[in-house]
């Protein structure tokens, strides 16, 4: 049977899902991360977004005039990435490549790279983080930059949500064979009220990973950490971390 891709199954209403539990923290969250790539982007610079999804940056940041290369495991969400591309008028400015991130190759011929909104929890292994990391900084200049958000342990904890638009449960348990403690049981079962009738279900293993393993690979792929702007992210439960190609 072939494994099932987390979310692959419901893209089209990921993000109504998601909007409907978290509203104004799910924007702002999109919005401080534009604001902090914007900050740092020039004019004409090509970026890599690792675990695009539907577009939630790479859209945005083509209808701002740059070149982006979107790379998801999940053909769904890209589906959705090209739809919303092409009604915002930018698909011209997109490109986008279905593999895991760790199976990136080419030259180095990206100015800034993007792996955010938790993309560091579906890595199951140490080797899948360090290929994963090791393939973004082959595809950065040197002196690129790559913008990385590491998922804290709190938020591994399930929660409920309930409102007119949406009933959500969410649990997360960790794996009674992992005797390291950072691998656990997702299952999200949601029901989305408005403005679809959709029922949602689905069920994969989730990782968390400590700083100095994150920040042990990335020094090993040949990445510097060049500031900590947690604090700007204070409401996301990650750090976030400009890193910097030094060779």
């Given at each position: ?25 799910y ?9 902090a ?22 859209v ?7 070149r ?36 990136l ?8 790279a993007?792996c955010?909104?938790?993309v560091?929890?579906y ?13 973004i900084?082959s595809?950065?200049?040197v002196g ?6 590491v998922?804290r342990r ?5 929660y ?19 005797s ?13 009220k408005s403005?679809?009738l959709?029922r ?21 792929a ?6 900590d ?11 976030h971390w ?6």
């Amino acid at each position: 049977m072939a494994e099932r891709i987390p979310h692959d199954d419901w893209a089209q209403w990921y993000d109504a899902i998601y909007e409907a539990t978290y509203g104004d923290a799910y924007r702002w969250l999109t919005d401080e991360t534009l604001r902090a790539v914007l900050e740092k982007a020039c004019p004409g610079d090509a970026i890599l977004d690792i675990g695009a999804a539907t577009g939630r940056l790479s859209v945005p940041l083509a209808a701002a005039g740059y070149r982006v290369h979107a790379v998801d495991r999940s053909p769904s969400m890209l589906r959705q990435l090209l739809a919303r591309a092409t009604e915002s008028r930018v698909g011209q400015r997109i490109t986008v490549q279905c593999v895991n991130a760790s199976e990136l190759d080419g030259a180095p011929t990206f100015d800034l790279a993007l792996c955010v909104f938790t993309v560091l929890l579906y890595l199951p292994d140490r080797a899948a983080l360090a290929g994963t990391l090791a393939a973004i900084a082959s595809r950065l200049r040197v002196g690129g930059r790559l913008l990385l958000d590491v998922p804290r342990r709190e938020l591994f904890v399930g929660y409920r949500a309930e409102t007119d638009q949406v009933e959500r449960l969410v649990q997360i348990t960790p794996d009674p064979s992992d005797s390291d403690g950072r691998r656990f049981s997702y299952r999200d079962d949601a029901f989305l009220k408005s403005p679809f009738l959709v029922r949602v279900s689905e069920h994969f293993v989730a990782t968390w990973w400590p700083e100095h393993e994150v920040l042990e690979e990335a020094t090993a792929a040949g990445l510097e950490l060049e500031s900590d702007v947690s604090p700007r992210f204070t409401r996301a439960a990650s750090a976030h971390w400009w890193l910097r190609r030094h060779r």
